[in-house]
């Protein structure tokens, strides 16, 4: 696989110069070398510009912006722009638009409208791909390319005829036969039976609940396709450039319509873009588990953070800016968990468009700001850890994560419309990062063996290989934490019969004969202190011990958590507290330890290690009070040998650690 040329850390971002004069151009390149700036992604959105109308192409404007940036040293990566295609499309191709579940077709004045399975969009497509790779395979500013953007991010899901066609060729080539898709989708039930292929249509507005095997399927399709398209792209630049990685950004942790594991074992080097959610308080968390997903989607290997902010964004309802730094705590962070680098949308703040009020490297009021000094203070913090540079994140815990148990999970007709499977999801990785454990987000076909700690929120449907796994993994001494509304249905959405959690039931010793969902609102109290909500269910704990009972609710005095062996089962879904006793509870049985045991609450302790064994601890402070630490090293950051270390309120400390 071709790696990024680069050396040392990525750092910059998207450069959109052609929504500047040209002496701007000059003045940003100089401003990029003096904040240390090594990397940007060019022509993301330039598709109207380099084909003004169809097969006319116009490089001009793109060639000097890759000789001053490579006059300047600036490595590129650079965009095939083919993320928003120009008006010009729709105009002479209606039938490229895309149309939503509701019928609506989305028309050309925002970005990104195109239908994912159109072939008129796909030709275009790809031959501006060979036009950009064609004319730049040589640019000594290349060194990675960039596949479209944030791919199905609007137009996921397309419900128009060209969509049906694609669809159906796409359960033809998953079922063979109707008589195999009418048994997988349940068309027994409501009349549903289907005779031709050309009566299957994408699950569309209907009456009542749609089958839940089509909308399952639809959800599927719709992934593949993204994955199709990148797949489309990437084909045609490893053909003229196969020394140019190729990547194309996602945006966990929780993008639900593509796999991010399934689009992310086709690139090069997996990149991914996180915008915090500006008023939660915990919202760094939040990007860990962005952090910590991309590395899974990675394969555990380095990856790059595409994109970020440096201060508040523009979509969302009230845009927070940024306290002091906290921008290079998220960015840290970021690269704590596995990125090369840190890279931001955009570098100079728009003056007109949509996104002009959100931030930048180059804010609109220039240079003598809060956010241009933090900038370049960035710069040259990961120009100091440059040795960091494809070091692997340590972990010995992982969170079973997958898109089709979330997909089904989430369907509608269920037991209680509260059980979200990222909510569940959200929860463990919180109660896993405020135990100071790292954790490993991966699919259930990644290899167990070198966890000692496997956390399973509801993964309601799973297929038996995967149950086969987890069941070896417990064997062989791992501890696993299986929670409420797992194992229930195998790939089609059938119900495993004999009690639930049916795939699950050897491995917990547990049969749970029939759920209690709670109301809104109501909660029930555990007798080891916890308190559950959303859900509880009638377990019947055959050949497990019982760890802790429902003291109230519907199914009071009934096992609330069970154990057999290193396999643990939890009945309901529970409050922060209690959750996070239950992970640390369980880690201890597992012997998992923090990264740094005896953290105060709120700082941040992630290791890398480097192929040579040389550890290098992140710790990042995102209290207001100093944290003595029980351990130290050489401070990359400061190149200050620190022991043991205090890491002052809102700081960040890199420690290479001896022996
Ligand atoms: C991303 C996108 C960028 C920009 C940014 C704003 O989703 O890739 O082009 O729109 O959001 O936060």
Redesign the pocket.
Known sequence: MPALRLDGLAFGG?YNPEQWPRETWTEDVALMREAGVSLVSVG??SWALLEPSEGRYEFGWLDDVLDLLHANGIAVDLATAT?SPPPWLARAHPETLPVDHDGRTLWPGARQAYCPSSPVFRARQVALVEQVAGRYARHPALVMWHVS??LG?HNAHCYCDVSAEAFRRWLRDRYGGLDTLNQAWATSFWSQRYHDWAEILPPRLTPTFANPTQQLDFWRFSSDEQVASFRAERDVLRRITPDIPVTT?L?LPMFKPVDGFAIGAEMDLVSN?H?LRAEDPDNHIDLAMGADLTRGAAGGAPWLLM?H?TSA???QPRNIAKQPGQLRRNSLAHVARGSDGALF??WRASRGGA?KF?SALVPHAGTDTKVWREVCRLGSDLAALREIRGSRVESQTAILFDWSAWWSADLDAHPTADLRYADVARGVHRALWRAGITADLVPPTADLSGYRLIVVPTLYLVEDAAAERLAAAAENGAHVLITAFSGIVDEHDHVRLGGYPGAFRDLLGVRVEEFFPLRAGETVRLSDGATGRVWSELVHADAADVEATFLDGPVGGGPALTRRGTAWYLATVLEDPGLHGLVARVATAAGVQAVVPGLPPGVEAVRRRGADGVGYLFVINHTGTDAALAVGGHDLLTGVDRQPATVAAGDVIVLRESG
């Open positions: 998207d993301i959105f993320a953007n944030e991010c950004n945006m873009d915008y994109e902010s964004v523009n979509w949308f955009q996104e959100h």
